[in-house]
């Protein structure tokens, strides 16, 4: 494993292009703690601090930190079609195969480059997270502030669900642009997929059925947590009330598109006369 991974982070690091992207990836999230600082001037009148309302309190701030960092997946997606691209454009995939790397074995070096990415991802919001939580919250019991960190867990199957994606697109058209053009295609097909569902049978039943779509699955592993702050401002407001949670089911279904992406891919490979 470590060497297949070794061997990816080499091209990857000896590509500029690469290496400005996945800089910006890591650098991005931390813009979570701008929104920390974030200051509203009411003409003069007052200044609302965004630190002072209690929403960068432990455990709500895991859940807030994530799904806004989880906003910023798609340029480190830009890196993972890309690296797939430059394999065909650079004929470095038929080297890599004549040099003795089987089919299997390249696949599986972009996904522990998918995987490792993830995870460094994961290890920097969630020491974001702890030093903005630190500084701001009103609570600072340790159970309270590991509560809620399977946010964490879900924002890292989040990433290797996309970037599995993104690679299973990559390999299906070899080119950068048209890859992530497909992104937006299937997006566009979910909700087509849903309103055709909706026309045809019960609103709720169709919705259950698209919980189970690629992105769909993968957008509602870390709901939005706008309503959930609103909930704790207005806590006599049971029609804001909703399930925000991270569930069990949810992630077994992102780690199975994954499962199937990661095979397709492979299983392109294997077919297709290089």
């Not at 309302?53 to 930190?65: E, K, M």
């Not at 394999?87 to 599986?108: A, R």
């Not at 592993?221 to 009330?241: G, H, N, S, V, Y």
Request: glycine share 4%.
């Amino acid at each position: 494993m470590l060497r297949l991974l070794n061997l990816e982070l080499q091209k990857l690091l000896l590509n500029r292009t690469s290496k400005v992207l996945i800089f910006v990836s890591f650098i991005l999230p931390f813009f979570v703690i701008l929104l920390s600082s974030f200051k509203i001037n009411f003409f003069g009148i007052f200044t609302l601090e965004l630190g002072e309302l209690g929403i960068f309190n432990f455990p709500l701030i895991w859940h807030l930190t994530t799904f806004f960092a989880a906003q910023f997946k798609f340029f480190f997606a830009i890196v993972v079609v890309s690296m797939v691209g430059n394999e065909y454009s650079n004929k470095t995939l038929k080297q890599n195969l004549i040099d003795g790397l089987s089919k299997k074995e390249f696949i599986l070096s972009k996904f522990y480059a998918i995987v490792f990415f993830a995870f460094i991802s994961t290890l920097l919001i969630a020491l974001i997270t702890l030093c903005i939580g630190l500084y701001y919250s009103s609570y600072t019991e340790i159970g309270i502030i590991i509560r809620e960190t399977e946010f964490l867990l879900a924002y890292f199957v989040k990433l290797v669900g996309f970037f599995s994606l993104c690679l299973f697109f990559g390999m299906l058209v070899k080119r950068s642009a048209f890859a992530l053009a497909f992104l937006f295609i299937l997006f566009i097909l979910e909700w087509i997929a849903f309103g055709l569902m909706t026309w045809q049978m019960n609103s709720d039943i169709a919705t259950k059925i698209q919980n189970f779509f690629p992105l769909q699955s993968m957008y509602h592993l870390i709901e939005q947590p706008i309503q959930r702050i609103a909930m704790t401002k207005f806590p006599d407001k049971t029609e804001i009330a909703y399930d925000y949670a991270v569930h069990w089911y949810e992630i077994i279904i992102v780690l199975g598109w994954t499962a199937l992406f990661i095979f397709l891919s492979y299983l392109l490979l294997k077919k297709r006369d290089l």
